[in-house]
Every structure is written in C-alpha cells, then in structure tokens.
C-alpha cells in the first residue's frame, strides 16, 4: 500500500504571501507551532521569543482559513492571546488564524 500526503491547497507562489504569526504563552525552550498548514507536524515550526511572553514566526500561506496549537518543550499549549478558538476532537481549543 502507497501513502499519498495530501496537502491542504494547491497555491502557487504568487497566490501566496509572508504573514506573522505572534502569540502569547508560557515560557519553554522549545517553542513551536503546528497546525493545518502544515499537517500538524510534530516538530512545528520554531518561533522566536520577541519578550514579554510573546513569540514570533513568519509563515507563507495562501488565503483562507487555518487552525493552529503551539508545543512548548513537546507538550500542546494554548495561544492566550487568541481570540477565535474552535473546539477539537481532544477537548481542548485550536486557535484560528485568518489570512486575507
């Protein structure tokens, strides 16, 4: 049997723009974040602490609509600051981002 990734959409590079991500939450080492855009890797993509319990990434997405959770030091946390949330099937919250 062959596995076939699947990725969430098909946009070219011009479809696409640079969007940071800034997020509040507790203090870790390892801070990263996952989600739909990026098949929720458990690695995540690694942000940078920007002070004040704040970290920063810079993704390159298409428009549309994505959920995302933060990994502190490999454990699931939540973003504070978020204000859209959606339930998810572990009975915590994943955060919403909107991209236009």
Avoid at 24 to 43: P, Q, Y
Wanted: net charge positive.
């Amino acid at each position: 049997m062959q596995l076939v990734k699947q990725s969430r959409t098909t946009a070219s590079a011009a479809d696409t723009r640079l969007v940071p991500v800034v997020v509040k939450a507790a203090e870790g080492k390892n801070v990263a974040l996952t989600g739909d855009f990026n098949g929720w890797a458990k690695e995540g993509i690694p942000m940078k602490s920007i002070g004040d319990g704040r970290y920063k990434a810079q993704l390159r997405l298409a428009p549309g609509t994505y959920q995302f959770r933060l990994l502190i030091d490999g454990n699931w946390a939540d973003d504070q600051d978020s204000a859209r949330r959606v339930s998810n099937p572990f009975g915590t919250e994943n955060s919403v981002l909107q991209v236009s």
